[in-house]
């Protein structure tokens, strides 16, 4: 591993050799976008958006069998956010590097839902992905570590297995590519895909777009974004664990498994982003830091300026570091009124304060199950979608970020959409892989010493 893999000279090499996908681009929002007409932010153009029926509970129909990728606590949580979601399904593997994750999340599965995982279907190991995957089951759960997501749902894809995946899709672009590629494929063979950014499944959310795609704020000029919260959660390492195991238990603050937080955790407001506005920024001038994350290699706050291909901006901020002042939410601002998603409610005020649109605080259902209540209708009523594209673009937005970030230097979309900027070990073994000694935090500005 090379002891600075966000190197200039490796961060753009290869950025003449681009796949199939790499022709997608900072456009790739716009299809819905009804046309490329206006000609300044200030002429109003109409948007569509298809969304799912987005009912209370999903349909009746065949029984449908999912298999869980990543039994860790999302793994475990999407599992029982599945079987809520309606009538007739059921969860029949498991698979995870882990046994005590395996059984743990197969106790919570029998002791909530009554269901028993067969004991022949449980896998463990770095290859159990496939072995749920050859399962016998309609649906993949993908809930591992991020850096795994790629290669985990190329393989769903090809054997033709609906899809939830957690975000975020990838943590460098080589992963993003490869997700946007099994994407086209899942297209091509019908197979429906909803990926776990929430808001986009949340009721007051969608109330809100559909305002702003109606003209509530006229266009939006600029925003601010953000993620700022407390520290979430590490594991010391213990002697009887080996690198790759403590890495993995530890995942949220090694970058090579989780993109850092801008990524895992950020993108949840970038993507609100890039659906609001449409598109996807091309350049992005940012800065961060690391000043009290107690493991891994990871920064704990970040500041990007993002600027769109029209010259409009929008700011993100995020910060993992506890005792701070805290807000999850963001601000669109419009030529004719402020959409904002603060203090409980998505609302539009104008320019004197005063609210011309609300919705109720209070969801509808809980999105984190409503994202699999849609799953399903549309695989029962065979409806059309597939979101891995669109959050694969709010993944590389939040990359863009961190390598701004890190370098310390200016870092457009194409760039991240042509390097072939790869993290974490070649192979994957549960072992002392000689990584952790390598690693380091990044420090903008002395990239070009450290090539």
Known sequence: ????????????????????????????????????????????????????????????????????????????????????????????????????????????????????????????????????????????????????????????????????????????????????????????????????????????????????????????????VYWNGGKLWHRDNKPEWSEMEWMIRDWVNWCWLSGDHIVEQHVHNLDVAMWFFGEAPVKAVGFGSRQRRPTGDQYDNFSIDYTFDDGRQMHSMCRQINDCANGVYEVFHGTKGVARTDEGSRRIVDMAGNVLFTTDDKEKTDPYVQEHIDLVTCIRQDIPFNEAEATAVSNLVAMMGRVSAYTGKAVTYEEMMNSDLKLGPDTYIMGNIGYIEKATVPVPGSYEKQA
């Open 1 to 224: 591993m090379s002891s600075n893999p966000f190197s200039r000279r490796k961060f753009l090499a290869g950025a003449a050799v681009v796949g199939a996908a790499g022709s997608m681009g900072a456009g790739v929002l716009t299809s819905c976008a009804g046309g490329n007409q206006k000609t300044t932010v200030y002429d109003w153009v109409p948007r569509e958006y298809k969304f799912p029926p987005m009912a209370e509970k999903a349909p009746e129909g065949a029984e449908l069998k999912a298999g869980i990728i990543g039994c860790g606590g999302r793994g475990s949580g999407a599992a029982i956010n599945f079987l809520n979601a309606g009538p007739g399904l059921t969860v029949t593997a498991l698979g995870d590097v882990f046994q005590d994750r395996v059984d743990s999340c197969r106790e919570k599965i029998k002791t909530e839902k009554g269901i028993e995982v067969p004991v022949e279907n449980c896998f463990v190991g770095f290859d159990a992905y496939q072995k749920v995957i050859d399962a016998g089951v309609d649906i993949v759960i993908l809930a591992t570590p991020p850096k795994f997501r790629p290669e985990h749902f190329e393989a769903a894809v090809k054997a033709r297995k609906h899809v939830f995946m957690e975000k975020p899709v990838a943590v460098d672009p080589v992963g993003i590519r490869q997700v946007m590629a099994a994407a086209k494929m899942a297209d091509s063979m019908g197979l429906k895909v909803v990926t776990g950014t929430q808001r986009r499944h949340q009721h007051s959310y969608v109330a809100l777009y559909k305002e702003i795609a109606n003209n509530g704020i006229g266009n939006i000029v600029s925003a601010n």
